[in-house]
């Protein structure tokens, strides 16, 4: 077992990742965990925060992690999540706000060289094949290997991308890797909190775009199942480039028309801490051809636009997924 899973407690090498908006949230990560896994509570604000640590507490005795995003993560939120076992960290200046155990999500060889001189206690090495927000360009395998050769030995490195099967896990943890960590596999579980349209269009699915369109408040590149707005706003609109070195591992990322990208880019600060109450509002308005696309994710309990005007997050593996089950199955299945 490798020490970092072994010092918290997790019995199997699978992660589940957090994933944002409401998608993960106790019901998962308390199955996960329980399983033997380590399960991820991402959610927005303190107060849900801790809500949903106390409800994952109340299924499960084993160890928690909650996921933050920098970019919109503020101190109060940090403090709700030192409760947990695990703080992830991801985009944005990798620094320790945690006495606990520290996990920073990097995308590159120098963000994980700073992640790790900034104290953390691992990092993930995110793939550009990975769902929901993309920071990687680079295949994970290749990626992993370069960081592998980069920091110590037995440094703690975590793999996101291409992460579905148990021969996913079996690759990863050969090539150098302390755990895998799977996104989409765990969204298309019962206990996740995606809509059921959502899920039934990720079953249904043969491919995903990396686009920066839904990005008002955060112009960033998410890696989604295509729906109508896709549909509206992306055909024609010409690739910003293509991630990868070989011809094989090229990966297109389409921005958006510039009327959006500009609006993005202008209103990104307002937006992202504009009052909650407004947030919803502009998600609740949100329609395939609106200029302004957030990154909200269609939950079960969030508004039904979301499902065609929405961010349908999911990673390249979506084409091999078939089957919904229990998050418990999942995870003894991919530790083989």
């Known amino acids: 077992m490798p020490p970092l899973l072994e010092r918290l407690g997790v019995e199997l090498p699978v992660v589940q990742a957090g994933m944002g908006g409401g998608l993960s949230r106790h019901e998962l990560a308390a199955a996960v965990s329980e399983a033997g896994g380590l399960g991820t509570i991402a959610v927005s604000g303190a107060a849900a925060i801790r809500s949903e640590l106390a409800a994952a507490r109340a299924l499960t005795g084993r160890p928690l992690a909650v996921n933050l995003l920098l970019p919109f993560a503020r101190r109060d939120w940090f403090e709700a999540a030192a409760a947990a076992d695990v703080v992830v960290t991801f ?3 990798p620094r320790r706000r ?29 793939g550009v094949e990975a769902g929901g927000h993309v920071r990687g360009t ?27 099967e148990p021969g996913d896990v079996q690759v990863a943890l050969e090539a150098g890797a302390t755990a895998a960590v799977a996104g989409t596999r765990f969204l298309l579980s019962e206990e996740s909190r995606a809509h059921a349209l959502y899920k039934e269009r990720l079953l249904a699915a043969e491919e995903t775009l990396l686009t920066e369109l839904f990005g008002a408040g955060w112009p960033a590149p998410h890696r989604v199942v295509p729906n109508a707005a896709t549909n509206r706003w992306l055909s024609g609109v010409r690739p910003l480039f293509a991630a990868g070195r070989t011809k094989d591992e090229r990966r297109t990322v389409f921005g958006a028309p510039w009327p959006n990208r500009l609006l993005n880019h202008l209103l990104a600060p307002g937006i992202r801490y504009a009052p909650a109450s407004l947030q919803t509002r502009m998600i609740r308005s949100q329609r395939p051809g609106s200029r302004l696309l957030t990154p909200a994710g269609p939950t079960d309990d969030g508004p039904p636009n979301l499902v065609e005007a929405g961010a349908l997050y999911a990673g390249e593996t979506v084409s091999r997924i078939e089957t919904m089950r229990p998050a418990a199955e999942l995870v003894r299945e991919l530790a083989g």
Do not use: K, N
Not at 110 to 122: N, T, Y
């Open 91 to 93: 985009w944005g200046r």
């Open 98 to 126: 945690t006495q606990g155990v520290w996990l920073h999500q990097c995308g590159s060889v120098a963000e994980a060289r700073r992640a790790q001189a900034a104290g953390a206690d691992g990092v993930v090495v995110q």
């Open 138 to 164: 680079t295949p994970a395998l290749q990626l992993l290997e370069e960081v592998r050769a980069t920091l110590p030995a037995s440094y703690p490195l975590l793999l996101a991308g291409g992460i579905a």
